[in-house]
């Protein structure tokens, strides 16, 4: 079982930023997958960005959307992830969720209970 605590979120105005934690236990988590999801109500949730592991270290990846304005890190230990999200727009109010993926012994996510951005225009 993997437990995560979520921060960050807030109000913020248009073109501001924020930066958003998640911090895990439970297991060994240095070689899992660590990310970020969005959903608004009665939407989908909608992926954002990912940290992967591999033999080689931790590589990213991004939603489109997210590319240019949005920053995922990984700490050194493993249990954390991290992602700046800047230049915010109204349309990136959202509850933002971490998501734990391990695939040992079988694939399982884990989600934390989400951290809401709001971005007034």
């Known amino acids: 079982q993997v437990q995560m605590v979520e921060s960050g979120g807030g109000v913020v105005q248009a073109g501001g930023s924020l930066r958003l934690s998640c911090v895990a236990s439970g297991r060994t988590l240095v070689n899992v997958d660590m990310g970020w999801y969005r959903q608004a109500p009665g939407k989908e949730r909608e992926f954002v960005a990912m940290t992967r592991w591999t033999w080689s270290g931790y590589t990213s990846d991004y939603d489109d959307f997210a590319k240019d304005r949005f920053n995922i890190s990984r700490d050194n230990a493993g249990n954390a992830t991290y992602q700046e999200v800047n230049k915010l727009e109204p349309e990136d109010t959202d509850n933002y969720y971490c998501?734990?993926?391990?695939?040992?012994?079988?694939?399982?996510?884990?989600w934390g209970q989400g951290t809401q951005i709001t971005v007034s225009s």
């Open positions: 998501d734990v993926h391990v695939n040992d012994p079988i694939p399982v996510d884990y």
